[in-house]
């Protein structure tokens, strides 16, 4: 009885040992720091005028928006983009090829590519053999 009176911790999360509030705070050469190889290279190359800009319409959203309210949709065909802290809480639309897929990014998406919330193919459901399938090749399953 004693353990259903306990409320339930959650897990706190962490990106490389640091917390939500701390990565915020993080300069933007310290963040570089604790990115994987491949994020640390991205970054200390530059970073063209296409992010810089999509980063700034981020923040205008935000800024827009009252306290306890989701930011509006911005949409991009940026997939390689690497998402930072600074992108928390934001509604985005990430291209796919053929729509905008919407993602709100959450903590666990620091780190990675925008890319990697919006397939781009539609996964093969397997139905029955098509035409072309031979008789041989053709699955009959045993009853």
């Known amino acids: 009885s004693d353990s259903l009176n306990r409320k339930r911790k959650f897990k706190k999360f962490t990106f490389r040992g640091l917390g939500i509030e701390n990565l915020i705070e993080l300069s933007s050469k310290d963040l570089i720091k604790i990115f994987s190889s ?5 970054f200390t190359r530059g970073l063209q005028q296409k992010p810089i800009t999509f980063i700034r319409k981020l923040r205008q959203a935000k800024k827009s928006t009252s306290l306890h309210d989701k930011p509006r949709s911005i949409g991009t065909h940026l997939r390689n983009m690497l998402i930072v802290p600074e992108m928390l809480g934001n509604q985005i ?21 925008l890319g990697e919330f919006s397939i781009t193919y539609k996964p093969v459901k397997h139905g029955r053999p098509g035409v072309g399938a031979t008789s041989s090749s053709r699955f009959v399953p045993l009853k």
Do not use: L
Not at 38 to 42: A, D, L, Y
Not at 93 to 113: D, L, S, T, W
């Open 93 to 113: 639309g990430v291209y796919n090829g053929k729509a905008f897929n919407q993602i709100e990014i959450r903590p666990e998406m620091i780190g990675h590519y």
């Open 38 to 42: 491949r994020g640390r290279r991205k």
